[in-house]
C-alpha cells in the first residue's frame, strides 16, 4: 500500500515538471533590471519609548498612609467623600488595612459593608489579609465567616484565600475544624496544591501525630502533587527536635535522590537537631558541607549556633561568632542581635545588651518590637527602672507597644524608686492603649506608701 501511494506520487511529480518544461518553452525569457541593492537593510529607526511611567498616586492613599490614629484615618475618608472624591477600591483597601493592622475590626466590618453595598471589585489578596490579621487577634471565628463570604463581595474565592484560612486554624490550635474544612476542599472547587498539604502536615506534627502526617505526604504522592522543600523540612525539623537525626539525614538524601535541593532552611534545621543533643561542633561543621554541596550559608544557620551558645551561657563564644560573621561578610540582621540582646537581658547583662542595640542601630538596623521588650524587660529584671523608662519612651516614638506586664513592671519600680512623674507618664501611655493595672500590681506601690496594717484593713472592709 505504502509503495503504491508512493510511485503515484513520483508521476505526479513528474508529469508536473514536464508541464513546466513546455511553458518554459513557449515563453521568451527576459532578464529584469532591478536597482542594486545595499546587501544589508538599513535598520529603521524605531520611535524612542519612554520608560513605563509610575502610575499617579492616588492623593487619598498616600495621605491615609502617614496616619497613624485609626480615628483620623476614617475623618480623612469621610472628609474626601465630601469634597466629591469618589473612593474606590484603592481607597477602601488602604483604610481596611489601616484599620485591621489597629485591630479596630468593627470599623473594618463597617467599610466592608459599604463595600459589598457598591458592588465594588475587590482583589482577593484584601480577604487574605483580613483572614490573617483575624487569626493573630485570636477572632478565628470572625476569620472563618469573612472566608464564607468573600463570594458575596464582587470577589472569587481563591486557593490562597482557603490556604490562609487553614493556616490560621492550624496556628490557632483549631486543627480540627482545618481537617474538616480541608476534607470540603474538593466540594469547594478547590484542589489542593503542595501549600494545602504542608498546612495540614504541619498541624498533625505539631499534635505529634506523625503516622498522620504521613498519610497526608502520600496521598500527596498519590494525587501528583510534588512535595516541595518546604514538606521535606517539615519533616527534617520535626525529627530533629526529637532527636531522631538517623531519620532526618535520611530524609535529606531522599530530597537529593529526587531531585529537590536542600536550602538554608533546612540545613539549619539539621544543625539545630545537633545542637539539642549537644553536638554543636558538628552542628557548625554542617556550614562548611552545605556551601561544598553548592547551598550558601544564611543568617538562619548562624542564628542555630548564636542560640544553642546563648542557651548553655557561652555569651562571650557567641558575640565571638558574630564577629566571626562580619570577617566572613555576613551583615548581621536585627534577628541575629536579638538572639543576643535576649540572652544577655536573661543572664542580668542588660547594660551589655543595651550596647549591642547601640551598635545595631550604627549598623544601620532599626530596632524592632521585640528588641525593646527584651530590653524593658532586661532593665526591669535588673531594678534599673530609669533604664528601662528611657528605652520605653524611645520604644514608643518608634510606634511599637511593650505587652501589660511590661508596663505594670515598670509602674511598681518608678514607684519604688520616687519617680512618681516617670509613674504616672506610663499611666498616661496605658491609658492611651485602654491599659489598665490590675489589683496586684497596685498592691505593692499602695503597701509601700500607706502600709501593711491600713491594706489589710482596706481588704477585710471591701470583703464585709
Given at each position: 500500500m505504502f509503495h503504491s501511494r508512493a510511485k503515484a506520487l513520483n508521476q505526479a511529480q513528474s508529469n508536473l515538471l514536464l508541464h513546466w518544461t513546455n511553458r518554459t518553452k513557449l515563453q521568451p525569457y527576459h532578464t529584469l533590471r532591478r536597482p542594486n541593492k545595499p546587501k544589508t537593510k538599513p535598520r529603521r529607526e524605531r520611535p524612542h519609548r519612554d520608560a513605563a511611567k509610575p502610575r499617579k498616586p492616588i492623593r487619598f492613599v498616600s495621605d491615609v498612609k502617614d496616619i497613624q490614629d485609626p480615628e483620623d484615618a476614617m475623618s480623612l475618608f469621610r472628609e474626601y467623600h465630601e469634597m466629591g472624591f469618589k473612593h474606590d477600591y484603592p481607597s477602601y483597601s488602604a483604610l481596611i488595612y489601616k484599620l485591621a493592622r489597629n485591630r479596630n475590626f468593627e470599623a473594618v466590618e463597617t467599610i466592608l459593608g459599604h463595600v459589598r453595598d457598591r458592588n465594588i471589585h475587590c482583589k482577593d489578596t484584601l480577604f487574605i489579609a483580613l483572614i490573617q490579621h483575624y487569626g493573630k487577634a485570636k477572632l478565628v471565628e470572625k476569620a472563618i465567616e469573612l472566608f464564607h463570604q468573600?463570594?458575596?463581595?464582587?470577589?472569587?474565592?481563591?486557593?490562597?484565600?482557603?490556604?490562609?484560612?487553614?493556616?490560621?486554624?492550624?496556628?490557632?490550635?483549631?486543627?480540627?475544624?482545618?481537617?474538616?474544612?480541608?476534607?470540603?476542599?474538593?466540594?469547594?472547587?478547590?484542589?489542593?496544591?503542595?501549600?494545602?498539604?504542608n498546612i495540614m502536615m504541619k498541624g498533625w506534627l505539631k499534635k505529634g501525630e506523625l503516622d498522620e502526617a504521613r498519610k497526608v505526604f502520600d496521598e500527596m504522592l498519590e494525587r501528583k502533587v510534588q512535595p516541595s522543600v518546604v514538606t521535606y523540612n517539615s519533616l527534617i525539623g520535626f525529627f530533629g527536635r526529637k532527636g531522631e537525626l538517623e531519620e532526618a539525614t535520611g530524609l535529606l538524601e531522599d530530597m537529593r535522590q529526587k531531585g529537590k535541593y536542600p536550602n538554608a532552611v533546612t540545613y539549619a534545621l539539621l544543625m539545630e537537631g545537633l545542637c539539642?543533643?549537644?553536638?554543636?561542633?558538628?552542628?557548625?561543621?554542617?556550614?562548611?558541607?552545605?556551601?561544598?554541596?553548592?547551598?550558601?550559608?544564611?543568617?538562619?544557620?548562624?542564628?542555630?549556633?548564636?542560640?544553642?551558645?546563648?542557651?548553655?551561657?557561652?555569651?562571650?563564644?557567641?558575640?565571638?561568632?558574630?564577629?566571626?560573621?562580619?570577617?566572613?561578610?555576613?551583615?548581621?540582621?536585627?534577628?541575629?542581635?536579638?538572639?543576643?540582646?535576649?540572652?544577655?537581658?536573661?543572664?542580668?547583662?542588660?547594660?551589655?545588651?543595651?550596647?549591642?542595640?547601640?551598635?545595631?542601630?550604627?549598623?544601620?538596623?532599626?530596632?524592632?518590637?521585640?528588641?525593646?521588650?527584651?530590653?524593658?524587660?532586661?532593665?526591669?529584671?535588673?531594678?534599673?527602672?530609669?533604664?528601662?523608662?528611657?528605652?520605653?519612651?524611645?520604644?514608643?516614638?518608634?510606634?511599637?507597644?511593650?505587652?501589660?506586664?511590661?508596663?505594670?513592671?515598670?509602674?511598681?519600680?518608678?514607684?519604688?524608686?520616687?519617680?512618681?512623674?516617670?509613674?504616672?507618664?506610663?499611666?498616661?501611655?496605658?491609658?492611651?492603649?485602654?491599659?489598665?493595672?490590675?489589683?496586684?500590681?497596685?498592691?505593692?506601690?499602695?503597701?509601700?506608701?500607706?502600709?501593711?496594717?491600713?491594706?489589710?484593713?482596706?481588704?477585710?472592709?471591701?470583703?464585709?
Amino acid at each position: 500500500m505504502f509503495h503504491s501511494r508512493a510511485k503515484a506520487l513520483n508521476q505526479a511529480q513528474s508529469n508536473l515538471l514536464l508541464h513546466w518544461t513546455n511553458r518554459t518553452k513557449l515563453q521568451p525569457y527576459h532578464t529584469l533590471r532591478r536597482p542594486n541593492k545595499p546587501k544589508t537593510k538599513p535598520r529603521r529607526e524605531r520611535p524612542h519609548r519612554d520608560a513605563a511611567k509610575p502610575r499617579k498616586p492616588i492623593r487619598f492613599v498616600s495621605d491615609v498612609k502617614d496616619i497613624q490614629d485609626p480615628e483620623d484615618a476614617m475623618s480623612l475618608f469621610r472628609e474626601y467623600h465630601e469634597m466629591g472624591f469618589k473612593h474606590d477600591y484603592p481607597s477602601y483597601s488602604a483604610l481596611i488595612y489601616k484599620l485591621a493592622r489597629n485591630r479596630n475590626f468593627e470599623a473594618v466590618e463597617t467599610i466592608l459593608g459599604h463595600v459589598r453595598d457598591r458592588n465594588i471589585h475587590c482583589k482577593d489578596t484584601l480577604f487574605i489579609a483580613l483572614i490573617q490579621h483575624y487569626g493573630k487577634a485570636k477572632l478565628v471565628e470572625k476569620a472563618i465567616e469573612l472566608f464564607h463570604q468573600i463570594n458575596s463581595f464582587n470577589c472569587v474565592r481563591t486557593l490562597q484565600s482557603f490556604n490562609s484560612l487553614l493556616n490560621v486554624l492550624v496556628d490557632s490550635d483549631r486543627f480540627a475544624d482545618a481537617d474538616e474544612i480541608f476534607g470540603r476542599c474538593n466540594q469547594m472547587g478547590f484542589r489542593p496544591n503542595s501549600i494545602s498539604y504542608n498546612i495540614m502536615m504541619k498541624g498533625w506534627l505539631k499534635k505529634g501525630e506523625l503516622d498522620e502526617a504521613r498519610k497526608v505526604f502520600d496521598e500527596m504522592l498519590e494525587r501528583k502533587v510534588q512535595p516541595s522543600v518546604v514538606t521535606y523540612n517539615s519533616l527534617i525539623g520535626f525529627f530533629g527536635r526529637k532527636g531522631e537525626l538517623e531519620e532526618a539525614t535520611g530524609l535529606l538524601e531522599d530530597m537529593r535522590q529526587k531531585g529537590k535541593y536542600p536550602n538554608a532552611v533546612t540545613y539549619a534545621l539539621l544543625m539545630e537537631g545537633l545542637c539539642m543533643v549537644g553536638k554543636y561542633e558538628e552542628a557548625k561543621k554542617m556550614m562548611f558541607d552545605m556551601e561544598y554541596r553548592g547551598c550558601k550559608p544564611r543568617l538562619v544557620n548562624y542564628g542555630v549556633l548564636i542560640s544553642d551558645l546563648g542557651r548553655r551561657g557561652k555569651i562571650e563564644a557567641a558575640k565571638s561568632l558574630l564577629q566571626e560573621m562580619k570577617k566572613r561578610r555576613f551583615k548581621p540582621d536585627v534577628v541575629i542581635y536579638n538572639i543576643l540582646i535576649n540572652f544577655l537581658c536573661k543572664e542580668g547583662r542588660a547594660i551589655e545588651a543595651y550596647k549591642v542595640l547601640i551598635e545595631m542601630q550604627v549598623g544601620g538596623f532599626e530596632p524592632n518590637a521585640a528588641t525593646y521588650r527584651m530590653m524593658v524587660d532586661g532593665f526591669c529584671q535588673i531594678e534599673d527602672f530609669e533604664g528601662g523608662l528611657k528605652v520605653l519612651i524611645a520604644m514608643l516614638k518608634s510606634k511599637h507597644c511593650p505587652r501589660l506586664k511590661t508596663f505594670e513592671c515598670l509602674v511598681t519600680g518608678l514607684l519604688k524608686c520616687g519617680n512618681v512623674d516617670g509613674a504616672c507618664f506610663v499611666l498616661e501611655e496605658m491609658e492611651n492603649r485602654n491599659m489598665q493595672l490590675c489589683c496586684e500590681a497596685w498592691e505593692a506601690p499602695v503597701v509601700d506608701a500607706c502600709g501593711k496594717d491600713i491594706v489589710a484593713g482596706m481588704v477585710l472592709f471591701t470583703h464585709k
